[in-house]
DNA sequence: TGATATTTAATCGTGCACGATTTAAATTAA
DNA sequence: TTAATTTAAATCGTGCACGATTAAATATCA
């Protein structure tokens, strides 16, 4: 059987998206620093803006997290003082998960960070829609191979 | 001032990338169980496998990562067996990271991995080599854009 | 040369991710 | 209605990432 000519980095997609996420990051963290948050908080708090009072595998199921990870994490949100957590009446196993005052106000001040970002990343918008697109395609497929 | 529409998550860029990182490594797992390796692991591995006896400044710039992330990860690569690390002898500060001859083994044992990979993205190849240049580039913008 | 600055790894603390397990509540089946 | 199953959240252990700091070696410069 031939050889199979060694790999580089850089023909990994799984690379460029594994690297592409870092620097996102990078990019994020000083733009979250001002409002508290670390990027995957500020991912649950963009999914609780959009609607308020989900539970926590109601947030999971958006954002491709499970409660092992979530649970300390909205824990933290709560010490900052950004929501809180009650047990649902109808279904005492669920937790809904509820914005403070201080939780939705902080929308307002992370307004700008999704400018700021799109600045950094130096594309077009069609682009950058286009680039979204596709990766949201590529994510379902591997979500569905890995059943 | 004009109120901005409440964000949602898949008008993201970055949450796209953060949750196709994420469903790539659902992707991994099973197939670098079989090499005894997590994904960062094997990016090291990657790198290693290209060119043997590199720094570990030398792995963190192909990864952009860094002593604090590449030290713990690579004294596990060590205590597995599959590589040693030693002082440069001209640059005593150095640490040059050196396969042994399990690690370059390992190299067949996971040659197989890409291509599952790639059948689970479920693309063209075409496709697949054209959203991985789009993502580098932005990945280059957004490092730039961070200094 | 000798003092200062820079560079390289390593260390430490915090916060994700995630597999595996546990507990409690709700649902289904017997 | 009780017993078995399923579901939701939480807990625990391990391994990244990364900011901040430290220690040692090298480079620069007065």
Redesign the pocket.
């Known amino acids: 059987m031939a050889e199979k000519p060694t790999l580089t980095l850089d023909q990994l997609l799984c690379f460029s998206v594994y690297s592409t996420g870092?620097a996102f990051?990078?990019i994020y963290?000083p733009l979250l620093d001002e409002v508290g948050l670390?990027y995957?908080?500020y991912l649950v708090m963009v999914v609780l803006w959009q609607e308020d009072r989900q539970?926590?595998?109601g947030i999971?199921s958006k954002l491709?997290?499970e409660?092992?990870?979530?649970?300390?994490?909205?824990k933290?949100l709560e010490v900052a003082g950004l929501l809180t957590?009650e047990r649902d009446r109808e279904?005492?196993?669920?937790?809904r998960v509820v914005l403070t005052e201080q939780g939705r106000a902080l929308q307002q001040k992370a307004a700008d960070v999704p400018d700021c970002v799109f600045e950094a990343c130096g594309m077009k918008l069609d682009e950058l829609v286009d680039l979204t697109r596709k990766l949201t395609t590529l994510r379902n497929a591997l979500e569905k191979s890995a059943q």
Chains 1, 2 share one sequence.
């Not at 409660?67 to 909205?74: G, H, Q, V």
């Not at 279904?91 to 937790?95: G, I, P, S």
């Open positions: 870092h990051n990078r963290k670390t995957p908080q539970t926590v595998r999971g491709f997290l409660s092992n990870t979530l649970t300390p994490l909205i933290r957590r279904d005492e196993r669920q937790v």
